[in-house]
């Protein structure tokens, strides 16, 4: 399942889900059912399933659309049968176990009214029961003691269901990190998210070369402008940044307006002619400035935030590192005024 939510990781959803459809993806993986519909009304077919659901959800236009839907609690199922009877058919579900993540999800306390009410629905012929799946809390820490804890807790749980006369066509629990790191995990189905965009999903326990990967997105601007500034001068808000002396200062036409996190003040690195620089005081809204340290590239050359790390530019990694975060956000925060370019075999594309 290739896990296209949050506007696929900031990479942009619909190019990107239609590239691992056709790179082999047998399913496609949104958290609303508004992303689930968007992928629909974009004309992708195939699985598409979503999970995060809110009561009042828009249930009926999931069953129309052929969505998968994950159920985590009776409220939910309550909800899609009713929407199951207006429609006229059966809807797909997937009941989802908490199994120890503490967030979405059906405690096990409760799994039991949840399954057999699932399985009396599909006797029914109102829901049709299609996965059991869990999510895992600690996977990027390889020894963690909750990963084998939610794995055994799982299997009761899955074989409960079974036991119980639901026949799933997928079980599922394996994230990214689960994905590359633990193969008992993997069950029917894996989920990669992150680790589909060439990101590494624990950067303590492997590089994206360590786990075979190489990150999709290069993040780059123009230069606005390029200028001579006297020793002494304050760059940007508070004045964080003073010239130590004669310099050139480069704008780069990027802010926290597209994403770019403003804990990355005086720290975020970027490449500009071949050199490392660093965001010099505060990044403000749609913009922030470089000390160029005398050199003097012209206005409109290439500032690279962040990429693969091919030309020695930073990573998103490197940014998450500036920013105190991690390289999942750096990534999904790229707002929707930077435009993306989708560059493959077959030639660019522009959304």
């Not at 009214?113 to 029914?124: F, G, I, M, P, Q």
Request: with cysteine; charged share 20%.
């Amino acid at each position: 399942m290739a896990v296209v939510k949050a506007d696929a990781y900031g990479h942009g959803m619909i190019p990107c889900a239609r590239a691992a459809q056709e790179a082999g993806a047998a399913w496609i993986g949104t958290a609303t059912p508004e992303e689930a519909l968007a992928v629909r009304a974009a004309g992708i077919e195939g699985r598409v399933m979503c999970w995060l659901w809110t009561p009042g959800g828009p249930w009926r236009e999931g069953i129309e659309a052929d969505l998968d839907m994950s159920v985590s609690g009776m409220w939910a199922l309550d909800e899609v049968v009713a929407a199951a009877r207006v429609v006229g058919r059966a809807a797909r579900i997937q009941l989802k176990a908490d199994t120890g993540l503490g967030r979405n999800g059906c405690l096990p306390g409760d799994w039991p009214e949840l399954v057999r009410s699932a399985v009396a629905a599909e006797r029914d012929g109102l829901v049709v029961v299609t996965g059991l799946w869990s999510h895992f809390a600690c996977a990027d820490e390889p020894g963690h003691p909750s990963i084998a804890a939610q794995l055994e807790r799982f299997r009761e749980m899955v074989s409960f269901a079974e036991g119980a006369g639901v026949r799933p066509e997928v079980r599922h629990i394996a994230n990214s990190p689960g994905t590359l790191t633990l193969p008992e995990t993997h069950f029917d189905l894996v989920r990669p998210g992150i680790a589909m965009y060439g990101i590494s999903p624990s950067p303590e326990i492997g590089t994206p070369e360590d786990f075979g990967l190489r990150p999709v997105m290069t993040l780059s601007a123009s230069l606005a402008l390029v200028k001579h500034a006297p020793g002494g001068l304050g760059v940007s808000y508070g004045h964080h940044y003073v010239t130590p002396g004669e310099t050139t200062l480069g704008l780069v036409p990027l802010g926290y307006g597209d994403g770019i996190p403003r804990h990355a003040s005086g720290t975020g690195p970027v490449l500009i002619g071949g050199k490392l620089r660093t965001v010099a005081g505060r990044v403000a809204m749609d913009q922030f400035v470089v000390d160029l340290g005398g050199d003097e590239p012209a206005a409109g050359d290439e500032a690279v935030l962040f990429g693969p790390g091919d030309r020695g530019e930073p990573t998103a990694e490197d940014w998450a590192q500036a920013a105190g975060t991690i390289a999942y956000e750096i990534v999904t925060r790229i707002g929707a005024r930077v435009p993306r370019v989708y560059v493959d075999g077959g030639g660019a594309a522009r959304e």
